[in-house]
């Protein structure tokens, strides 16, 4: 099994940072891609920003140049810096790992639980 954790939410005043952490426990043989979702009220779950194994990264066009997605190998986590955040960024934010486990054969996505970002005056 694989556990993901995350950290880092809260309230934040428009223009303000938040980071979120991601980390990844269990019996995980390798790791692919992770990422960042969000889901607003009333909203389909979007796209963040991912970021390859190789660290190539991508990121939805309403956080570039704001956001930046790194991770660490070493530690099987996930940061998600995000900066100048605005009220539209207010959602459950949600960590995703793309990893095989041992005795596995195959890829499979993995969920954190969600952090909940609020961005308010």
């Known amino acids: 099994q694989v556990q993901l954790v995350e950290s880092g939410g809260g309230l934040v005043q428009p223009g303000g940072s938040l980071r979120l952490s991601c980390a990844a426990s269990g019996s995980i043989f390798s790791i692919n891609a992770m990422g960042w979702y969000r889901q607003a009220p009333g909203k389909q779950r979007e796209l963040v920003a991912v970021?390859?194994?190789?660290?190539?990264?991508n990121y939805a066009d309403s956080v570039k140049g704001r956001f930046t997605i790194s991770r660490d190998n070493a530690k099987n986590t996930v940061y998600l810096q995000m900066n100048s955040l605005k009220p539209e960024d207010t959602a459950v934010y949600y960590c995703?790992?793309?990893?095989?486990?041992?005795?596995?054969?195959?890829?499979?996505?993995?969920w954190g639980q969600g952090t909940q970002v609020t961005v308010s005056s």
């Open positions: 970021i390859g194994s190789g660290g190539s990264t």
């Open positions: 995703n790992v793309n990893a095989v486990e041992y005795g596995s054969n195959w890829y499979r996505d993995y």
